[in-house]
């Protein structure tokens, strides 16, 4: 009799003349040593490590080193294809354990080399996370990776490295190429400062074209305002003159009008005086002067007679006076 227990990462088979006496998970129990076969699958995920070559598309080398990670999703499956009996120590019996790493690694170098050769040597360089994810999907979906009751976790892709030569090509081209990239930089800087240094005075010139369009915008406003000062003091003369010809041609028509009352006016006296006088044309002047100054007074009777005996004094040959005749005279004339 001998006592097998296990831990709850592997499942257990116990074998007793060629059928399943108990199965499981972390079981222990009493079992008789010829007659029983024990098979332990782990259930842990495990890592399986990988570096293999390949070639692309232009026929370049690479190796690509990686891991890959799985578990056992069906033991049954997995200790039906490949041997995982124990001895009494717990050891295996056969090599197959080890050889499950081989078998996975090997289908994932197959996947691998499906994808590198569709690729280029620049692009599977600098791909890993690419070829990495179509690798697991194809392991995932594998006949025979599902027949062996294995679940893949993850691929990996650690690194894609090329020969040293073609490394060395690759660096030199990359070189050269960062180079050129350092040169066009250098190149459109030179060409920006050039062309910002065209804006400057590009914007330069169109703020001096701006001014001097805005100076003759003033000066235009400025000659439009005096132009239109000029027209209004033209203006305010003209209204001006206006005015003082209006005022000039009412004074002319009052001083016309005037002149028409005073020449009627004249007209009036005139002809009135022409109507009185007119009587009067035929008589003396001695006769009206007498008569204008008061009819027959005796003293100026007196004095048209010596007026008289003066206008006719050539035809007087003597004349006498006497000093009462002139004392009386005297006396009016006080």
């Known amino acids: ?103 996975l690694v090997h289908q994932a170098q197959v996947f691998a080399r499906s994808v590198t050769q569709k690729l280029t040597l620049s692009e599977a360089l600098t791909r890993s996370r690419e070829i990495g994810a179509e690798v697991l999907n194809n392991l995932k979906s594998s006949e025979a ?8 976790l993850a691929v990996s892709i650690l690194s894609v490295k090329a020969s040293p030569e073609m490394s060395k090509a690759l660096e030199a081209e990359a070189r050269e190429a960062l180079q050129r990239r350092s040169d066009e930089a250098i190149y459109a800087r030179r060409n920006a400062a050039v062309e910002q240094e065209r804006r400057i005075k590009e914007s330069e010139l169109n703020t001096e074209i701006a001014v001097e369009e805005k100076q003759r915008q003033i000066r235009e ?34 001083v016309g009008r005037k002149t028409d009352n005073d020449r009627s006016e004249a007209d009036a006296r005139a002809y009135g005086l022409e109507a009185m006088l007119k009587p009067l044309r035929g008589m003396d002047w001695k006769t009206l002067m007498m008569l204008n100054q008061g009819g027959a007074d005796p003293g ?10 003066a206008e006719n004094a050539q035809k007087i040959g003597e004349l006498n006076i006497s ?12």
Request: no cysteine; aromatic share 8%.
């Open 1 to 103: 009799m001998a006592y097998m227990k296990v831990p709850p990462t592997k499942y257990v088979i116990h074998y007793r003349q060629g059928k399943i006496k108990r199965e499981g998970a972390g079981l222990s129990f009493f079992y008789f040593v010829p007659a029983s076969t024990i098979v332990t699958v782990p259930y842990v995920s495990a890592d399986a490590q990988f570096v293999f070559q390949e070639v692309t598309r232009e026929f370049q080398p690479i190796t690509i080193q990686g891991q890959l990670t799985y578990r056992v999703a069906d033991p049954k499956k997995l200790a039906a294809l490949l041997d995982f009996s124990v001895d009494r120590g717990g050891r295996y019996r056969s090599e197959d354990p080890e050889k499950l790493n081989t078998r």
């Open 145 to 152: 990776i599902v027949a062996l009751g294995i679940e893949i």
């Open 221 to 254: 406003t400025k000659m439009a305002a005096d132009l239109a000062m000029e027209e209004k003091q033209r203006q305010v003369r003209e209204a001006r003159m206006a005015a003082d010809i209006s005022v000039e041609q009412q004074r002319a028509t009052l």
């Open 300 to 309: 100026r009777l007196i004095a048209l007679a010596f007026q008289g005996l």
């Open 323 to 334: 000093p009462d005749l002139l004392q009386s005279l005297l006396k009016e004339a006080k």
